[in-house]
Every structure is written in C-alpha cells, then in structure tokens.
C-alpha cells in the first residue's frame, strides 16, 4: 500500500505561482510513475501531468510552458511548480501513483491517490 500526501496548495492571486508537493509513503523511484491530477467543483477529474520513474515528463495542453513536474528519489517527493496560475487552474489537485509501466492520463490507469490539495486563484 502507498500513501501519498499532498501539501502545498492555497489561495493566490492570477499571475501568481504556487509549488505543490507530493510525498510518498514508500520507495517510489524505480517502480512507479507518479501524476498530478485536478478537480474542479462540478468537472470530471482532469489530467494535469506526469512523471515515469526516469524522469520523462508529459503535459496537458493548457499548463504547457506554465508547469513543472519534478521528482526528488531519494526522497520519494513529486513537485509541480505551477508559475503564471490563472482563475481556470482552480482545482483540488491529487497526486497520483501507477505501478505499471507507460504514461496514461486516465484517472483508472493509477493505483494510489492523495487526499488532495486545494488551489485557488483569485483576484
């Protein structure tokens, strides 16, 4: 069983940046490829971006250029720097984990999830 807790979230003003942060209960470096999610009230659970355990990143278009996902192993952290937040990004965001091998961005194709974090960003 993994754990993953969150931190990092708050309310900040558009334009403003925010790191969350990930931190895993177990050795998470050489088994498992790790992602940010978002929800927002009333939307479906939504891909924000993700990291395999070797360091390959991928991104949903609209925090291209904007978003940083990192990963500290030895430290079992995931990072998402998030810099130029606008009102949209406003979400509860979820860590999450996979064990299996390959990127996906479906919300099924994770085993492990944190409680999540909430982002507000408000002028």
């Known amino acids: 069983q993994v754990q993953l807790v969150e931190s990092g979230g708050g309310l900040v003003q558009p334009g403003d940046s925010l790191r969350l942060s990930c931190a895993a209960s177990v050795r998470t470096s050489s088994s498992y490829n790790m992602a940010w999610f978002r929800q927002a009230p009333g939307k479906e659970r939504e891909f924000v971006s993700a990291?395999?355990?070797?360091?390959?990143?991928v991104y949903t278009d609209s925090v291209k250029g904007r978003f940083t996902i990192s990963r500290d192993n030895a430290k079992n952290m995931v990072h998402l720097q998030m810099n130029s937040l606008k009102p949209e990004d406003t979400a509860v965001y979820y860590c999450a984990a996979r064990k299996s091998l390959g990127m996906v961005r479906g919300p099924s194709g994770y085993d492990y999830w944190g409680q999540g974090t909430q982002v507000t960003v408000s002028s």
């Open positions: 990291i395999t355990w070797s360091g390959s990143t």
